[in-house]
C-alpha cells in the first residue's frame, strides 16, 4: 500500500516545543478500522485490567479497561504496531535511524466512564532513558474532551524531571518508585504555570507525546460514543534500558542490565521495527 504521508517539518518542530504533536489523517482509516474487532478480543482477555476499580469507580457508569503487550498474542496487533506506516511515522517524527517496540496497549473508555486518567508521565513506568521515546495514540473513534481526549502540559518534556508512576487512575505514587511526586498540573494551568494542549481526534489521526511529557484525560462522559483507542509505544536509536526502582517489571525485565541499546535486547520481547525488514 502506498505511504499515505511523511512527517512536515512543522510537526517535528511542535513535538520538539510542545511534546506532544498530532499528525492528522497519517493513518489510513480502514487500517485502523481493521483493529475494532482485535481490541473486542482484547477486551475480552486476561490481559485487560479494569482500571475503573483500581481509581474506586467500578460501580459507576462504565468502565475503563487497558492492558498490554496485546502483540504478543494477536497478530494484528503485531502487525499495527512493527509494520506500515505508523513505525515509519514515529521513526521520521523522532529523526532516528532505527526504531523498536517497547508495547502496546488498549485504552477503552466505555460511555458513561467517571474514570479519569490522572496526570502522569509514561517515563516513571519505561525502564529506559533517552531522547527517542514516544508513545502513539491511535483512536478508534472520533474523541472530544467529552469522551476523554488526552490533554498535555505543554513543553513539560523538558521540564527536566522523572516523576513516580501513580497507576493512571489515582494521585498515590506507587510505592517505592524514586523521582518526584507528579505536579497538580491543573493548579499550575491556573496560577499561569502551565498550558494545554488537547486535541479533537479522527480516526486515522495519531497524538504523539514524548514519554516525559505529563498528561491527564477526563472520564467519557458521552451517554453512547465510546473512547477506543490503541496506544503503541517506541523507542530509538539512543534509547537505553534503565530499571527504574518499584516501577512494574514484565517477566523479560528482571534481568535487564542497565545502560543497554535494544540492538542488545531480545527481538522476541522488543523487535526493531525500523528500518522495515
Ligand atoms: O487514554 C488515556 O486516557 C491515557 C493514555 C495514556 O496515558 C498513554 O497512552 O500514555
Known amino acids: 500500500m502506498p505511504e499515505i504521508r511523511h512527517v512536515t517539518d512543522a510537526e517535528r518542530a511542535a513535538f520538539a516545543t510542545d511534546g506532544v504533536v498530532c499528525l492528522r489523517g497519517a493513518l489510513d482509516p480502514a487500517t485502523v478500522a481493521g483493529m475494532a474487532e482485535p481490541v473486542e478480543v482484547a477486551l475480552r482477555s486476561r490481559a485487560m485490567a479494569d482500571l475503573s476499580?483500581?481509581?474506586g469507580d467500578a460501580t459507576a457508569g462504565g468502565r475503563f479497561a487497558g492492558?498490554?503487550?496485546h502483540w504478543k498474542e494477536l497478530p494484528e496487533f503485531a502487525t499495527f504496531a512493527c509494520e506500515g506506516d505508523l513505525p515509519r511515522l514515529v521513526a521520521e517524527l523522532l529523526d532516528s535511524p532505527d526504531l523498536w517496540l517497547y508495547e502496546d496497549s488498549?485504552?477503552?473508555?466505555?460511555p458513561n466512564t467517571p474514570a479519569r486518567t490522572v496526570w502522569h508521565q509514561d517515563l516513571g513506568y519505561f525502564h529506559v532513558a533517552g531522547e527517542h521515546l514516544a508513545t502513539t495514540w491511535c483512536p478508534l473513534d472520533p474523541a472530544t474532551p467529552e469522551?476523554?481526549?488526552?490533554?498535555?502540559?505543554?513543553?513539560s518534556h523538558r521540564w527536566d524531571a522523572t516523576y513516580r508512576p501513580?497507576?493512571?487512575v489515582t494521585e498515590d505514587p506507587i510505592p517505592d518508585t524514586v523521582g518526584e511526586v507528579v505536579p497538580d498540573v491543573d493548579a499550575l494551568v491556573a496560577a499561569g504555570e502551565a498550558e494545554i494542549v488537547t486535541f479533537s481526534t479522527a480516526?486515522?489521526?495519531v497524538v504523539v507525546h514524548h514519554a516525559r511529557t505529563l498528561h491527564a484525560a477526563g472520564g467519557n462522559t458521552s451517554a453512547t460514543a465510546r473512547r477506543r483507542v490503541v496506544s503503541v509505544r517506541y523507542v530509538g536509536a539512543d534509547a537505553r534500558t534503565l530499571i527504574r526502582p518499584g516501577a512494574p517489571r514484565k517477566p523479560h525485565q528482571?534481568?535487564?542490565?542497565?545502560?543497554a541499546p535494544f540492538t542488545d535486547l531480545d527481538p522476541a520481547d522488543h523487535p526493531r521495527v525500523w528500518p522495515a525488514g
Open 67 to 69: 492492558g498490554v503487550d
Open 203 to 205: 480516526p486515522g489521526d
Open 254 to 259: 528482571q534481568t535487564w542490565p542497565d545502560g
Open 166 to 168: 501513580n497507576l493512571f
Open 106 to 110: 488498549v485504552l477503552v473508555k466505555e
Open 53 to 55: 476499580a483500581l481509581g
Open 147 to 155: 469522551s476523554g481526549a488526552v490533554r498535555y502540559a505543554r513543553g
